[in-house]
């Protein structure tokens, strides 16, 4: 088993990475003594897949636990459905020695996040991910939140849970799609931090996209390594934790203006030959670096170009829409190697309109 630490003073935490990991949690749980009682949140899909696994490996260690499920989809992640949660949890007599357990995708540690965050003013949560995009992004880091009709996590709060487990072998029932959304932001750790795992991606493409052990919780345990250092330094993204944005600023506006019709691991690829582009125009990044950086996406199935018919004064709009952007001006995560990135708000409004597809 891999384990790497988070380290946040008294709120550090390990993150856990293991094939069959699932069934063990009880076991770990009974040691660390987080809580007498759990409650798993889940979406429909997991809860039917690997709910049942989970709470015998936590009945087998004679803790009691109750199931809560939710329909699938990002149309869950909202106020209604947390509503719906500290309601039910209520019912249940949950205090705060009680525990939640997400059980699920990004949805589902974002929503089981902040619905921890927030009752009863905080109860203790552990993340046991089951998408890549989780696995190595969402379930690290303590971002909680939902949508609101104004916009995409606008409403949430920083949250860390006590324990991540990371079961490699739940990825097997993810459906292909789902598997490149994640793959997107593996590429983007080695890009912006770790040009050897660059390279490792590249030389074990083919393990990785099957799934193959041990490669696959190799590439998941030096995601949350980075992940774990950056949030380390910089817990609430005052400064290097942006660069985990790489890709996503023009990647966000490319998702929006297809009203969400195209992925977000789709969006996010796309967002990174976009900002190379940019990095291009600007001197900071060589063409040979570049057109490496290209070949690596597009080799894992991941798009490159912006469609053409994406409405590109649209997607202007949304990046100056874009909550991270500061008086209407975005900022861009570039790289200037593989492995290394800058931070800049200073791209001229004509070389993102080349960019994006203007003319
Ligand atoms: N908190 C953060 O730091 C952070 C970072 C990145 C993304 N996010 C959020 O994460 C969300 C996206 O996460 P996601 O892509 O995991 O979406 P998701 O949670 O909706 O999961 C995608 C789909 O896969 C299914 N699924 C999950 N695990 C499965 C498995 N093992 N086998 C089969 N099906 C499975 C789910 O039922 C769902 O239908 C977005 O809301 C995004 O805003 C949060």
């Known amino acids: 088993m891999k384990i790497i630490d988070v380290g946040l003073g008294k709120r550090s935490y390990p993150i856990m990475v293991a094939a069959g990991l ?10 660390r003594a987080v809580a007498k009682r759990y409650v798993v949140i889940a979406d429909d899909r997991v809860a039917g897949l690997y709910g049942k696994t989970l709470i015998e490996s936590l009945a087998s260690q004679g803790i009691s636990c109750e199931l809560l499920v939710f329909p699938r989809g990002e149309a869950s992640k909202n106020m209604t459905t947390i509503a719906r949660l500290a309601s039910s949890l209520a019912q249940l007599g949950v205090d705060r020695k009680d525990c939640l357990i997400a059980l699920g995708g990004g949805v589902t540690g974002d929503i089981t996040g902040f619905v921890a965050a927030i009752y009863m003013r905080g109860i203790a949560f552990v993340q046991v991910p ?5 696995q190595v992004d969402s379930s690290v ?44 932001e593996v590429i983007k750790y080695g890009v912006i931090y770790d040009r ?71 969006a996010v690829a796309m967002g990174m030959v976009a ?31 912006i469609p053409r018919e994406l409405d590109h004064n649209l997607m202007k709009s949304f990046l100056k829409t874009d909550k991270k952007a500061v008086s209407g001006k975005p900022f861009f995560v570039l790289p200037t190697r593989i492995g290394q990135v800058t931070i800049t708000d200073d791209v001229a409004a004509e070389l993102i309109d080349q960019v994006l597809g203007g003319r």
């Open 22 to 31: 699932l069934s063990e949690i009880g076991r770990d749980l009974r040691q």
């Open 130 to 134: 089951t998408t890549l995009l989780a």
């Open 141 to 184: 880091g303590g971002k909680t939140g939902v949508d609101i009709p104004e916009g995409k996590n606008l409403v949430g709060a920083f949250y860390q849970p006590r324990a991540v487990y990371i079961d490699s072998r739940v990825l097997s029932s993810l459906p292909s799609e789902e598997l490149l959304n994640g793959l997107a």
């Open 196 to 266: 050897d795992f660059f390279d490792f991606l590249d030389a074990n493409r083919e393990q990785i996209l099957q799934l193959q052990l041990p490669v696959i919780e190799e590439v998941i345990g030096r995601c949350c390594q980075i992940k774990a250092a950056v949030v380390a330094a910089d817990e609430k993204e005052a400064d290097l934790r942006r660069i985990l944005n790489y890709g996503h600023t023009l990647g966000h506006a490319v998702e929006a203006a297809s009203d969400f019709a195209i992925a977000h691991g789709m």
């Open 275 to 305: 900002a190379n582009s940019l990095a291009q125009g600007k001197a900071l990044l060589s063409p040979p670096e570049a057109e490496r950086i290209s070949q690596v996406i597009a080799g894992f199935g991941l798009p490159v170009a």
